[in-house]
């Protein structure tokens, strides 16, 4: 502003940036050199150019501001902004007002004083600084304003919350909602305060903002932390206690054993004698990350690409080093190509590493004995998780080191995603991870967060390159090399690795050149002793990692020689002490190229059968249930030992399944379906079809639901042509369950009638199981109810005679009951149904029950209760794969919340109803668009209920839906009558009735159209 008047004209993008610049970088003493100015601005174009173009834009800026000359000094070499009273800048006084809030030493600010700054502060800040110019020079100033702006306004809804003005709390945490939608805490902050105000369903509507608002622009679910404040809205009492979030909940000591000080032996965080030589560029840059963390409010990720070798890892090494040095705590993480099957396996081994024992103890409930873990979720291990390491983060910073995450599994990323987020906010947690440049495109999850990174200008790249020559050189010579020539690089091409390797091949007079890194290493291990080579391909065969129990036990070897060849190989570097595994210390290879190295020097059907005894071996002290069964099925698929891989990747899908890693299960099962046609018939039908199920209940993309369908009807057509009873009732239960998923109910009826025929002739546990499935099915479906309930009843006796449950038949005769219009017996069904599946860890059948419960509450006038029923559907579906059911649940949501006419709820329900569309999901969509269309219809909105019922009754004849038909139906005809158009309404009445002539319909359907009749026909029902 100038002199009070608003400067305007200023539309260019160009000359906006300009001016900023100017501004941005105004000083008495320091003009701006316009040569510099202009390579800023123009960095793509030539000195000459990129100063004419800046002659001409200042030319522009006198045009537009005439009294610009007031406080723009333009010399021949310098520009300087002149700031004085005529001129008023937001930025300076956003700054001035920052500035009046942080005391000087000796001279505290009076805490109203400090508060009327921050509030002057915060309403000066609308958003990102100048949010339509892309150039790296601004994105310093703009990302500090906007920090600035989030750090006051989270003060101002700490202060205003404990003074007990609620208002202004909720209207600051509005604000900071606003400028960062993806910050979680405002979400927390409305949340607690809505909720402290009795304000319980305004509190749920954010949480359903939040969790929208992170699904669609980062891909992720709130944090388990938000989820808890969720849970604890869900059972508020009238007058509730006080609710905490991220920022304020209380958290006790760590329990964990002693770490400092963080030794790095104890922490098995890589260390190597040799001094960092060459890369003083990118240590330079590490060094200003680091700087960067400890001032900033929102560190960024430190990310390392380069080649193999390249030493990423001693980078790593130096870094941790620093922070152990400084008093931090280092968590030390890698990933190897061997395990992108193990679900969160290197926090597993990050864990055990440091001995959290409390933390240990809680993950083998929840991990390594999933079974046991009756309320099993992503959210809970994630939650405590994170609580651990924001307990460290209390006594000294964090700093977690992930090397080769191009080698992490989906759920090990999930966690990282989570974990970098939830902690963006948080001084004292630093990440630094490391990847081969060329494989990071490969593993999607770790791709896509680097993506999101990217977007949110939150990480930091160095990109490592080869040595020079001195440096290759000097690091030649700091490991005894004394020749002062060109092979040492011409050989290595600058390769650190590379070069140590050459080094060590020359000190034992193997002076030819070499072809490849891998022929140099295995030229060091035939130097070994013969104990050492015998044992090599047994380790290189196990993985990146060991023990010697392990290794004695599948090498077969006396442990006391074994330990003495294990010493030669940690003398030579071929090895190196790693984390302690079940109380045993481990052994990790020094890099995995050493470990490729001595695999490969072996021949394939030698590999094979190491592989294949080590299977065998672990099979023996393995479970089904246990992470080792991962390591069972990976050596028996490389050992092509069929029978074995098959039924162990089975086992291993399955265990996968029950603790959300849906990507790592149909890998695993799609790996042991390559070994079923090798197998006898009989074990063949067996295991192929309980893979195909396995990869059902992973989730199925459209375009492959069609060969996974054709490929389960063959196997079930050979079953039974063989007998295989439980086989053919298996292969059903996944066709059923297929097509379900993708709305092919005509289908689903008639496999599950066929299974109930199929089901009679096996045992009496499979009969049980498959009369109960089919009666579900129909009874959910809302076809032949008849028979459904007398298969359900059918299977109930079975079951108490063999006392033991089914979920279905809580389930399927809840269904029963809600078509037959009692309402209160189906209730009470479907959530015996739900907590049956929250005990069995069966997440599909938890969707099930917990979307009929929905849909109960919303057919009988209950909103309120079906939003908490929705808001736990939402919980769920949410920890699935890529199927319906989140869609649905979000859905249902939506047309709870227009039903009570919140706020915005409109525009949710418009973008559920496209959702379902894209998904081609008619059966949702006609329950949908008959709810909305039955509530406009209340509100005396016609013409809406109107198109809404004609979309509802078109999807509902598509699906041959009889029930959804005639509610869809029911709606416009009262429609008509509503305008006056009776005419219309008969006709449409007696065309309703005629598609419905010889359907059974629910009870709600059947009132509907005795309340028709009654309605259009007065006279006949008086």
């Given at each position: 502003m100038?002199?009070g ?7 260019s993008e ?11 970088h ?20 030539t000195d000459?150019?990129a100063?004419?173009n800046?002659?001409r834009?200042?030319h ?22 002149i700031?004085?009273?005529s ?18 030493p000796?001279?505290p600010?009076?805490?109203y ?13 609308q958003?990102?600084l100048?949010?339509?110019c ?14 600035q702006?989030i ?6 809804v700490t202060t205003?919350?404990t ?9 600051y945490a509005?604000?900071?909602?606003r400028i ?10 409305l ?5 402290q105000?009795?304000d319980r ?7 359903h903002?939040?969790m ?6 980062l891909g992720?679910n709130p ?9 604890d809205?869900l059972t ?8 905490t979030?991220?920022a ?17 032996s104890s922490?098995a965080?890589?260390t ?7 890369r003083?560029?990118?240590?330079a840059?590490?060094q ?8 900033q409010?929102q ?9 193999p070798g ?10 941790a080093?620093?922070v152990?040095?400084?008093g931090g ?8 190509e061997?395990e992108m099957?193990r679900?969160?396996?290197v ?8 001995g ?14 999933a ?6 979720n992503?959210g ?15 006594t000294a910073p964090?700093?977690?080191v ?20 939830l902690?963006?906010?948080q001084k ?16 999607l999850?770790a791709d896509?967060?680097?993506q999101a990174l990217h ?5 930091r790249t160095?990109e490592l390159?080869p040595?020079?020559?001195p ?7 700091a490991?005894?090399y ?11 091409g600058?390769n650190p690795?590379f070069?140590?390797?050459i080094v ?19 030229g ?8 050492a ?10 993985g990146?990692?060991f023990n010697p ?5 599948v090498?077969?070897?006396?442990l006391?020689r074994?330990l003495?060849?294990?010493d030669q190989l940690?003398?030579h570097?071929?090895i190196?002490p790693g984390?302690?595994?079940?109380g045993e210390?481990s052994?990790n ?8 190295a001595?695999?490969?020097?072996f021949s394939v ?6 592989h294949t005894?080590?299977a065998q071996?672990?099979q023996?002290?393995?479970?089904p ?11 028996a698929?490389?050992?092509s ?6 039924t162990?990747?089975?086992?291993a899908?399955?265990r996968?399944l029950r603790?959300?890693a849906y990507?790592e299960?149909?890998e695993?099962a799609q790996?042991g379906?390559?070994?079923?046609p090798?197998?006898g ?7 192929h079809?309980n893979?195909l199920?396995?990869c059902?209940?992973?989730g ?5 639901a ?5 490929a389960l009807?063959?196997l079930i057509?050979e ?12 292969g059903l239960?996944?066709?059923i369950?297929l097509?379900?998923d993708h ?12 299974a ?13 199981y498959?009369l109960?499935h089919?009666g579900s099915c129909l009874?959910e479906?809302g076809?032949?109810?008849?028979r459904?309930e007398s ?6 006796s079975?079951s108490?005679r063999?006392s033991?449950?089914a979920?279905?038949i ?5 269904c029963?009951?809600?078509f037959?219009?009692?309402i ?5 069904l479907l ?12 997440h599909?059948r938890?969707c099930?029950c917990?979307?009929?419960?929905v849909?109960l509450?919303?057919e009988?006038g ?10 736990e559907?939402?919980h769920?579906?949410?920890q699935m794969?890529?199927?319906?059911e989140a869609p649905?649940?979000a ?5 709870t919340r227009y039903v009570l006419?919140?706020?915005n ?5 418009l ?6 569309r894209q998904?081609d999901?008619?059966r949702?969509?006609a ?9 406009d219809l ?6 809406q ?14 699906i041959?839906?009889p029930?959804?038909i005639?509610?869809?139906?029911s ?10 158009n009776?005419d219309?309404a008969q006709?449409?009445l007696?065309d309703l009735k005629t598609?419905?002539?010889d ?5 709600q359907?059947?009132q509907?159209?005795?309340n028709?009749d009654v309605l259009?026909n007065?006279?006949i029902?008086?």
């Open positions: 100038s002199d008047r608003s400067i305007t004209g200023v539309n160009r000359l906006q940036a300009l001016l900023a610049f100017i501004v941005l105004r000083d008495r003493d320091t003009p701006q050199l316009r040569q510099q100015l202009a390579v800023h601005l123009w960095p793509d174009a000459t150019d100063k004419a800046l002659r834009r200042l522009e800026l006198k045009q537009l501001i005439p009294e610009i000359d007031r406080w723009l000094r333009v010399e021949p070499k310098t520009i300087q902004w700031q004085d009273e001129c008023w800048l937001d930025v300076a006084e956003f700054k001035a007002a920052i500035a009046a809030t942080i005391p000087l000796q001279t600010t009076p805490l004083s400090s508060i009327q700054a921050l509030e002057q502060a915060v309403n000066l800040y958003g990102d100048l949010p339509s892309y150039d790296d020079w601004i994105e310093p100033y703009r990302e500090q304003l906007r920090q702006a750090a006051g306004l989270d003060t101002l205003f919350t003074q007990g003005d609620n208002r202004s709390a909720i209207r509005q604000h900071l909602q960062d939608p993806l910050y979680e805490p405002a979400y927390c902050h949340m607690r305060l809505h909720a105000a009795g369903a305004s509190a749920l509507r954010v949480y903002q939040c929208t608002t992170l699904q669609a622009e992720v944090s388990p932390t938000t989820g808890k404040l969720y849970q809205l508020l009492d009238d007058d509730p206690p006080p609710l979030c991220a304020s909940a209380p958290i006790q000591a760590p329990a964990v054993s002693p770490l400092l000080p963080l030794a790095p922490l965080v890589p190597t004698e040799l001094p960092l030589i060459g003083e560029t990118e240590w840059a590490i200003v990350w680091r700087s960067h963390c400890r001032s409010h560190p960024d990720l430190l990310w390392l690409l380069g080649e390249i030493g990423k890892t001693r980078l790593l090494e130096e870094l080093k620093t152990q040095s400084s705590y280092v968590l030390w993480g890698k990933g190897f061997a099957l679900p969160y396996g926090w597993v081994d990050i864990f055990q590493a440091i959290a024992t409390k933390f240990l103890d809680e993950l083998k409930s929840l991990v390594l004995h079974e046991s873990a009756a309320t099993l992503r809970r291990l994630f939650d405590l998780a994170a609580q651990f390491i924001s307990q460290l983060a209390e964090v700093l977690i992930l090397d080769d995450i191009q080698w992490l599994d989906e759920t090990s990323i999930a966690f990282l995603h989570y974990a970098v987020r902690f963006s906010q004292s947690v630093w990440f630094a991870c490391a990847a081969r440049k060329r494989e990071i495109e490969v593993n999850a896509k967060l680097i977007r949110e200008h939150r990480i160095v390159t040595l020079d020559r440096q290759t050189l000097a690091l030649a010579q490991v005894g004394t020749a002062d020539d060109d092979r040492i690089f011409a050989n290595s600058g690795l070069a140590l390797e060590r091949a020359h000190a034992q007079s193997d002076r030819s050149a070499p072809d490849t890194l891998e022929k140099l290493i295995q060091r291990l035939r130097q070994l002793d013969e104990p080579r015998e044992l090599m391909p047994w380790m290189a065969a196990l990146h990692s129990t392990t290794l004695a036990k090498a077969d070897y006396p006391p074994l003495s060849a294990i940690e003398r570097g071929i190196r984390s302690a595994m079940a210390l052994y290879f020094a890099h995995d190229i050493v470990r490729q001595a695999y490969e020097q059907p030698r590999r094979r059968l190491m005894h080590i071996t672990l023996a002290i393995a479970t249930t246990s992470p080792m069964i991962s390591d069972v099925a990976h050596h698929d490389l050992g030992d069929h029978q074995l891989a098959a162990a990747c089975w086992m899908a399955e996968c603790v959300f990507a299960a149909a695993l790996r379906i390559r070994h079923c090798y197998l018939t009989a074990d063949r039908i067996h295991l079809l893979l199920k396995a059902v209940k992973a199925v993309p459209k375009p492959q069609n060969a996974l369908k054709q009807q063959t057509q079953a039974a042509v063989l007998g295989l009873k439980e086989d053919e009732s298996t239960e996944a066709l369950v097509n379900y709305g092919n109910l005509s289908e689903v009826q008639q496999y599950s009638l066929r109930a025929e199929r089901g009679r002739t096996a045992s009496p546990a499979t009969t049980m498959m109960a089919t009874a479906i076809r032949d109810m008849i459904a298969l359900l009843l059918e299977a109930q079975i108490d063999l033991i449950p979920i279905d809580p389930f399927g005769l809840g029963v009951r809600r037959q219009g009692q209160d017996e189906a209730r009470s959530r015996q149904g739900w907590q049956m599946a929250q005990m069995a860890q069966d599909w938890e099930l917990l979307t009929n419960l849909m509450e919303l009988t209950n909103p309120t209760t079906a939003l908490n029923e929705g808001n559907l939402i769920v579906s949410a794969g890529g199927g319906s649905h649940a859905a249902l949501d939506a047309v006419q919140e706020k709820a409109a525009d949710s329900l973008r559920s109803l496209q959702m379902l998904i999901s008619p949702m969509l329950y949908m668009q008959t709810i909305a269309a039955q509530w209340t509100q005396g909105n016609g013409q209920a109107v198109a809404r019922a004609e979309e509802a009754l078109a999807a509902a004849q598509l041959n839906n029930i959804a005639a509610l869809a139906g709606v416009i005809i009262q429609a008509n009558h509503q305008r006056g009776l219309c006709r449409h007696a598609q419905l002539k359907h059974t319909l629910s009870a359907a059947q509907r159209m005795i028709l259009l007065p006279s029902h008086p």
